[in-house]
């Protein structure tokens, strides 16, 4: 059953007709707080649009520590970034907007089965027991128009497989990200939204955060303003990844083409490394720099992977000098088609447009060649849990491991 607090009826209507199932329609939370009082297999509450924010988020903290269990999905008329950090702060598990009926069941069973994950396995955030992590898939090239987020997206894609695996796509591209206008996404919230959440970076609130693209995958979309990007510490882009990691059973992570903080901090969750390049002087270049960058700051060599794009264009360099130009071996390529920049422009994904093609059979043996390989699930365990949004100061670190060298 769901607990529904809402005094006008005509509000409550349609959401009890979205919620589905067993409802139980309340006109206030004192009468709710006693009704939870005495029926303990309760677990999820939505408190409407009518209920004052203070109120709702006094009802969530007063039972956060003494019935963890307990979710609660509040409902706005409009969804504020103030509104939405105040709430997950309180411990609430998302925020929806009143018309949004779609997104409130999404989120109510989304919220049960935290409730009983929680209530039927013990699953606490303050037990400190070990936690099954996701692969952290980096797609990264130093320079620009390389196809980086072209390969990103047709590889989460790949990746999900209509639903068989659970995929998060991250576009770190924080100035000038393109994987939102590439995968026709027109999302409600995005990577900016994370600012306001200090140390609220909880799975439920990440999950808040996310646009679903199709079955099995979801997307955290860059900031739509570039300014916003000053505002996105390393920091908070590593506990976004962490998180994100323990709940996804592979991160695709779409890069901007530069070394900066937060790159490298995407990197230093990463187990899966591709280093995409084009057959020409630059690209090839950079991504010379790219790897012995990598040497000097130990960064695993067999978790990086160089990937060739547009590798049959004939532009008087061949894949075999390119390989032997980095003292590396090449281990894919993708070849060069006009229909990728096509399907884009007809807001479509290679993959999804035309399956059998060629690239799209590229991408393909990518995921699951190179990023599942042996290992088709989680592939390690995580440190005992840190408070939320917590970073932990002696985890591996690229920077930390070039000091120690």
Known sequence: MTLLVERDTTRADPLVAALGGDVLVMDSLEAARRFLADEMSEDVVVIGADVDLQAATAFTEGFRLTRPSLSVVLVRRRVETSVLTEALHAGMRDVVEERDLTKLRQSTDRARRTSAAIRDQGVLQTTGEAASRGKVVTVFSAKGGTGKTTLSTNLAVALAAGGRREVCLVDLDLGFGDVGITMQLFPARTMADVIGLGAAITPDAMQGLLTQHS????????????????????????????????????????????????????????????????????????????????????????????????????????????????????????????????TVNRGALIITDAPRHPVSVAVKNIAESIVVGDNPGPTATAAPSQPSGHVDSTSRGLFRRRRSS
């Open 215 to 342: 079955p099995g995958l979801k997307v955290l979309v860059a900031p739509i303003a570039p300014d916003e990007k000053q505002k996105i510490t390393a920091d908070v882009v590593g506990a976004v990844l962490d998180t994100l990691a323990k709940e996804f059973a592979y991160v695709v992570v779409d890069t901007a083409p530069e070394l900066d903080d937060v790159t490298v901090t995407a990197f230093d969750r990463t187990d899966v490394l591709l280093l995409l390049a084009t057959l020409d002087i630059p690209a090839i270049k950079n991504l010379k720099l790219t790897l012995e960058t990598l040497d000097l700051l130990d960064f695993p060599k067999e978790q990086r992977h160089v990937v060739l794009n547009r590798a049959d264009a004939k532009v008087g360099i061949t894949a075999n000098e390119t390989a032997k130009s980095l003292k590396t071996e090449v281990e894919a390529e993708i070849p060069s088609s006009r229909d990728v920049p096509a």
